[in-house]
């Protein structure tokens, strides 16, 4: 019997827009029995987490959510941080990473061995080329969250500099689960502009986007959002 089969009320969650491979695996967590269901793609992949209820399964997390001491952590900033606007040398020095590392750096040591690791890849190049943490999640739906909470408005696409954030979450549409992506932007002008993202399926940094194939795919056939933001700086609430 198929996982879908057992529980019919997956089909909702699973998101139908590609041939995602599923995986799934039972846990004890605490005095419930949970189950952990991974779609995993070519560049982009997503987990939720049920629990399994004699009514049936009940979502629990949706994105990628660390598990220690027998608990779920979803992570996030701190909300004592207060978010800013990063300096203008922040999108230079990201951009070069980015492109410095296409192929080479390995998302093996994120999420499920880089099957989940494309907020993980962002934020561990950003840290590299700037000396801070621009986000603690790996989930795109939380570090959206993040970014519309830090800025007012996104970027206009003739005002996006290389290397601000492209990003296009985790959301439900029309009672639809579709899974979403981030990367990093390339210079040019228009919808040719290259994209810089992790790929779920060769766990590494690739160029594996143009912005016209990133609207196609996340917009057009998804029915995602496309979010351009500025890099973001955290600061202590109250600090001189």
């Known amino acids: 019997m198929t996982i879908e089969a057992q529980f019919p009320e997956l089909a909702n969650y699973l998101d139908p ?3 995602y491979e599923i995986f799934t695996e039972e846990k004890q967590i605490g005095d419930g029995q949970y189950l ?3 779609q995993r793609g070519e560049n982009e992949s997503d987990v939720m987490l049920f629990k399994i209820a004699p009514d049936g399964l009940q979502l629990q997390h949706d994105g990628v959510f660390a598990y220690r001491n027998n608990d779920i952590q979803p992570r996030s900033f701190h909300k004592n941080l207060v978010c800013g606007l990063g300096s203008p040398d922040d999108y ?3 951009f ?3 492109v410095q590392n296409v192929g080479t750096f390995s998302s093996l040591d994120g999420p499920d061995g ?3 690791a494309c907020c993980w890849a962002v934020r561990q190049l950003a840290y590299a080329a700037l000396g801070r943490w621009i986000t603690h999640t790996d989930s795109t ?3 959206a969250e993040e970014l519309g909470k830090c800025f007012n408005t996104t970027l206009a696409l003739d005002n996006a500099p290389a290397g601000c954030i492209i990003i296009s979450p985790t959301s439900i549409i029309g009672g639809k689960r579709y ?3 981030v990367g990093v932007l390339g210079d040019g ?3 040719s502009r290259l994209i810089y993202s992790n790929s779920s399926s060769h766990s590494r940094w690739e160029q594996n986007y143009s912005l016209e194939s990133w609207i196609k795919r996340y917009h057009q056939a998804k029915g995602l959002p496309v979010y351009l933001y500025p890099i973001p700086s955290y600061e202590i609430a109250g600090a001189a």
């Open 17 to 19: 827009s590609d041939n």
């Open 36 to 38: 952990i269901v991974t």
């Open 92 to 94: 230079q020095s990201l």
């Open 96 to 98: 070069n990473i980015a």
């Open 114 to 116: 880089g099957n989940l």
């Open 141 to 143: 739906t939380v570090f």
């Open 179 to 181: 899974i979403g992506h």
């Open 189 to 191: 002008q228009g919808t």
